[in-house]
């Protein structure tokens, strides 16, 4: 009896050690791929970013004072680090960099250095003629991928397009 269950518990370890891997294997070849690409997920967190970035940039002729403006310095600062993450998931060569967002960056900074002050009606109308632009901006970024997480190379031209006219401007008045 003894030797019966020594030999049936020999048995049970070794179908044990037999079976445990052939359905890991079964599991492993039956794993679907997740439904979405990480880098169309990774899009529509930037896409989100990017429409908060431009719900502040609207509310801007309504601010007062350089104090109000560090909402938008936050929301231009997540939308550029959601943006260059996608970047460098689809390569600078085929997805176009937003030098704009780091402009607009800094233009937020240097209202912001002196402390709280009233914004002056040039600072308000720079930061209208942004709002406007960026617009354009949304538009392109929101048609930017494909259904197959694919970027769409005629709207990536239209943002960088966008893009240039932006950081032209605020690279313009970080001159004066």
Known sequence: MKRFRKKLFM??????????PVLQIAELI??????????????QVSLFQME???SYLQETGKLKDTEALSALRQ??????????????AYGDS?????????QLMQYLLRLQVGGSR??????AQTLGDVSKLYTDLYEAYAKLMSSGADIVGS???????????IADLLR?????
């Not at 048995?11 to 445990?20: E, G, Q």
């Not at 039956?30 to 899009?43: Q, T």
């Not at 085929?94 to 704009?100: E, P, R, T």
């Not at 009233?118 to 600072?123: D, G, S, T, Y």
């Open 11 to 20: 048995y049970l370890i070794v179908a044990v050690l037999i079976i445990w």
């Open 94 to 102: 085929s997805l176009a960099k937003l030098d704009s967002l780091a």
């Open 118 to 123: 009233p914004l002056r009606a040039e600072e």
């Open 172 to 176: 313009k008045k970080l001159l004066q």
């Open 75 to 88: 929301a231009v600062y997540s939308a550029s680090f959601a943006h260059d993450h996608l970047a460098l």
């Open 52 to 54: 908060l970035l431009g």
């Open 155 to 165: 709207q990536n031209d239209r943002l960088m397009k966008s893009d240039k006219a």
């Open 30 to 43: 039956g794993h679907k791929a997740p439904p979405e690409k990480a880098e169309k997920l990774l899009y």
